[in-house]
């Protein structure tokens, strides 16, 4: 249609059909999986989910962690998704609010839609696929923390705040202030004093809004702690109406809420010993130096205890090297982790030419691609994992290696470890609770690091993934039978790589007729063969095949 030689679209007239709501009403009720107790009928058959309704100003999206009323209770639930209208047969008074946002992105974006899509695959209830990628009872029994936001940080260290408010430097500053606001300056600025006087600032006109006799009980609270953090219980048991009062300092954005995991066991200190200095002062005995060396050969640190036991010495003789400045003694956190013995470090091999085809393929990789790399047993496929995995680590990622069967693990968790020392870590269901919930912990700290696992592993919750692995992918344990959710972690893995946008490797001497069949409809372009049998090492005979393929399960679409 023209007007005045104007092109325009076609006019399209719409009526408001059944779907149509005013846009202050949309998605104001949200599925919430509660974490309650029930069996295993109940659990399957999604009783454990329940329609609650989303307060004004309260923002939610599936993946995170609320407050809900049940029963006389106030229970931990899981978003689960988002509701445009609640069910008919729902009476709407029956439908209580959510209390609040515990914390947001509990799960991130891409782990969030994998357990929705093997909620989906599977025909699995989705709070069995979050029970199986969470240590047991996690969200149960964990608790709800408030604490300071760094504005708030930066007020509670000042008793006397409108005294610094009305010096002239300050007065310079809060003249400034909005100048500094509206060019971003403040975002270049390295001075950490001038950022918390910035904040400052700010927090002194949110301060002034704040109406709520609650929200100031509570800030006042938190002021007063040294760490300016409280479980909510507490503050509960002091501020009768604690969750208005914290709603409205999240709001604000003067607090924030996080969810503390359980501690199943008090926290175990050690000692631990750390080399500052690789130059040996010449004052030093030839006793002082041994133990210095040997800390040294074993990457530089060692628990106390660990380390005189290796040299028979005394802590004495400690005491005199913390004086010289050659180490530092510091108490750490014992994790309950599986351990192996201290290990040789061990370098890198030279690899033969069907190696180094296979490492140069994987290392091409821009992103999401799978690979299946076939050699026989002692063909060096694990020295290609090793080479593959040093430079992500390098660049702050991580690796996640699965292995069929537990029995598999501390051979593979040996070399891998004598490779990197303490960066690698142990994921399985043989793990007790505590060693579990641990490892669980270590991980979410997004320190570059590989993961070593059983089938479950694949859950592993590492933010920077930048490799997956699947070691003997053929074999039939990497199916899970029961209990629910009955996935395949080959699948599995294929989709979390695909969505972390990384590569995986199917590495096996026998590949499954799926991996075959995918690598055998590629082009013939996209293939990499390794010769096989020729310049073979000692130990360590040539792959026959590198080959790449970039089939995949059809993704199920997100819920």
Known sequence: MYINDLNLSPLVVAEPGESYQPSATLNRWVEVLVDCPGTATEVEKGANIYIYRLPSGLEVKPGDILNVPFGAQHLTGVAIRLLFKPPVDLPLEKIRDVEDVIQKNFFRDSYWTLMERISQYYYTQIIQVIRTALPPGLLGRSQRRIRLTVAGAAVSTNTNINALLNTPLMRIVRESYSLLIKFYIFNTIENNYLIKILALLNFQSLVAKVNNKDAHKILQLLQQQSDGDYSFRYLQNQVPRAYQGVRELLRRGLVESYLEPPQLTKPKFEKAVTLVTSTLEPDLTTRQREILEVLRRRGGELWQSELLQICNASSSIMKTLVQKGCIVIEEREVLRTEQ???????????????????????????????????????????????????????????????????????????????????????????????????????????????????????????????????????????KQDSPIPTYHARTVAQWRAELENCPLILGSATPSLESWLSVKEEDAGTERRGDAGKEGHEGTENLSQTLSASERPPLPASL
């Open 340 to 478: 192996s013995p201290s290990l040789a470090q061990d370098q890198p091999k030279t690899l033969n030419a069907a190696q180094t085809i296979a490492l140069e393929t994987i290392q091409t990789l821009n992103g999401f691609a799978q690979v299946l790399l076939h050699g026989v047993t002692g063909s060096g496929k694990t020295e290609v994992y090793l080479q593959a995995i040093a430079p992500l680590l390098q660049i702050g990622k991580s690796a996640l290696v699965l292995v069929p069967e537990i029995g598999l693990t501390p051979q593979l968790t040996d070399r891998f470890r004598a490779r990197f020392g303490n960066k690698v870590r142990v994921y399985h269901s043989a793990l007790s609770e505590g060693e579990r919930y641990d490892t669980w912990r270590q991980m979410l700290l997004g320190e570059p690091q590989v993961v070593i696992g059983t089938r479950s592993a694949i859950f592993a919750p590492l933010p920077n993934l930048g490799l997956i692995i699947l070691d003997e992918e053929h074999d039939s344990s990497f």
